[in-house]
């Protein structure tokens, strides 16, 4: 797929130079006497695999890394120290997770053998040994104050069998990297640990503990997989289950995230990440268009706004919890040492995400300028996407060559459209949205141009969490969340006297009503005073 200039590429290409800056160059990534052992290390691999799978192209760095990594580990094959057997720190676990996933992609990516033995190794030596006593991570947290730092501490204490951290619950961060080593090795001992680890996470309450929701959706997108691997129906039922707490219980108003489940202290774009990786896969799953519509929200309004003008990512405040303003004025303007490199794979998933094949269907499901060629099961397709969206409703599809059979076209219908038309050829055909798309069936040929056109409605939405202060709105540009920059006091709006002024910007009074996911394309100094009011009173 070979991206052309719009958003997207913007982002996609500022993530990439941000992770090769001076933080994720071979010199400065393997840490030591660090509590989160292969965690940065891990991070950085997986984003910088992901990137090069995304744009195509070559990580500066990576190659280096990789060559330096084996001398990094210790001599069990991970990262950290070797705990006494039958003991096990949770920080260490989650960390080495991240490790598991870049080289599980890595492998995936680029088949090497040796990366495969590594992968092997961890299963081996660090994960097996822990069989049987994931059932015995203490939920009873032994006083443990339901505290914690942008980064997660280890504590002074051992519970059981475990070393805990304030991020209750990272352990099971692991079932993400578990998991995607089971799709790779299939080892029958590592899919009984796995079963161990998701019985054992379905038994807690994440808002009793107060679990990090990162931790949570990373377990989640976990057990996904794992029902994807197995067609083990009560996984997905598990899946959809702690997808449907976080959404009611630990999503912003810009479909961002408390970090903590009941303790709305700021967002976390790690957590954003896997929400939208979650969301779109409970998609694909399932067909049910409200988790499309959720992967869209949290792609423009959370990640949108959690992407800094260095590409990098940062924590905001959680609006909606407190009050009616998001800032990035939260201490962590880039969480450098975790987000930023989980940006890299959330890019990577918003490039993969743009359309997805299914037989001999092509399910347009985000819009974006475009080139790329689709394997169908009666043969190859390849078209051109040119657009606007989501500022306006046009979308453009130019086939480059097709399969002579029918193949079939699915363009997502966002639920703010109004008025939409299909095109053929210049020809209008006849449409009709089911399960929010519409299709066009045809022996497509070279040159035959296919137009989606709809227009984007202004329109504003009650709080979404149950949670959130109470009576008050979001105002949308379609699909795009509005707010007003560094207002001195609440705006209340009158959605009668909006003027529209192009770019999704509305004139209201002597206030302007601007696109939230602007923050990238501002300076930094900017960016980091930036005090948004997204949550408004309004005037119906």
Not at 231 to 245: L, P, Q, R, T
Not at 347 to 361: F, H, I, Q, T
């Amino acid at each position: 797929m070979k991206l052309n200039d719009d958003d997207l590429k913007f982002r996609v290409e500022r993530s990439f130079d941000r992770l090769e800056q001076e933080e994720y160059t071979p010199g400065k990534i393997f840490k030591e006497e660090y509590s989160w052992p292969g965690d940065w290390e891990g991070r950085t691999i997986l984003a910088l695999v992901s990137l090069e799978k995304a744009t195509g192209r070559k990580a500066k760095y990576l190659d280096e890394i990789m060559n330096i990594l084996p001398s990094k580990l210790n001599k069990k094959g991970y990262f950290g120290n070797i705990e006494p057997a039958e003991l096990f720190d949770e920080q260490q676990v989650s960390g080495n997770s991240w490790f598991l996933r870049g080289l599980c992609e890595y492998y995936e990516a680029y088949g090497d053998a040796k990366v495969y033995q590594y992968i092997e190794t961890i299963v081996e030596n660090l994960l097996l040994p822990i069989k049987g006593f994931y059932e015995l991570y203490p939920l009873d947290r032994g006083g443990i104050a339901k505290e914690g730092e942008a980064i997660g501490q280890p504590q002074d204490v051992i519970l059981g069998n475990w070393k805990p951290s304030s991020d209750t619950g990272c352990a099971f961060i692991m079932l993400d990297g578990a998991t995607h080593a089971y799709k790779i090795t299939k080892n029958k001992a590592l899919g009984e640990l796995i079963y161990e680890m998701i019985s054992k996470f379905m038994t807690i309450d994440l808002l009793e503990l107060s679990l990090q929701t990162h931790a949570t959706l990373s377990a989640t997108r976990g057990i996904l997989r794992y029902y994807e691997i197995t067609g083990n129906k009560a996984m997905f039922e598990n899946a959809e289950k702690v997808y449907s707490i976080y959404r009611e219980e630990g999503m912003t108003e810009n479909y961002a995230n408390y970090n903590w489940f009941t303790r709305p202290t700021w967002t976390e774009p790690c957590a954003i990440i896997d929400s939208y990786i979650l969301a779109y896969s409970l998609w694909v799953n399932t067909g049910k268009i409200s988790y499309l519509y959720d992967a869209q929200n949290i792609f423009y309004n959370a990640m949108g706004y959690a992407q800094r003008p260095n590409g990098g990512f940062g924590c905001d405040s959680c609006v909606g919890a407190e009050n009616e303003f998001i800032s990035t004025g939260k201490g962590i303007f880039e969480a450098f040492w975790c987000c930023t490199m989980r940006g890299g794979e959330g890019m990577r998933e918003a490039v993969e995400s743009s359309y997805y094949a299914d037989g001999d269907v092509v399910k347009l499901t985000f819009y974006h300028n475009y080139e790329t060629e689709v394997e169908l099961a009666s043969g190859k397709i390849s078209f051109s996407q040119i657009t606007n969206y989501p500022i306006d409703g046009n979308v453009k599809v130019n086939i480059i060559e097709a399969p002579f059979k029918t193949s079939s076209i699915m363009f997502f219908i966002p639920e703010c459209a109004k008025n939409v038309s299909l095109l053929y050829n210049g020809s209008s055909e006849k449409i009709e949205i089911i399960d929010g798309f519409v299709v066009i069936s045809k022996i497509f040929k070279a040159n035959d141009i296919v137009e989606l056109v709809f227009d984007i409605t202004l329109n504003s939405q009650i709080t979404i969490n149950h949670n959130s202060i109470k009576g008050y709105h979001t105002i949308r540009h379609g699909m795009i969340i509005l707010g007003i920059d560094n207002p001195k006091e609440e705006v209340m709006v009158d959605l009668n006297k909006l003027e529209y002024r192009g770019a999704g910007q509305y004139k209201a009074g002597d206030f302007l009503l601007t696109p939230i996911n602007d923050v990238i394309y501002m300076t930094e100094e900017m960016a980091r005073k930036n005090n948004k009011q997204v949550l408004f009173k309004v005037i119906l």
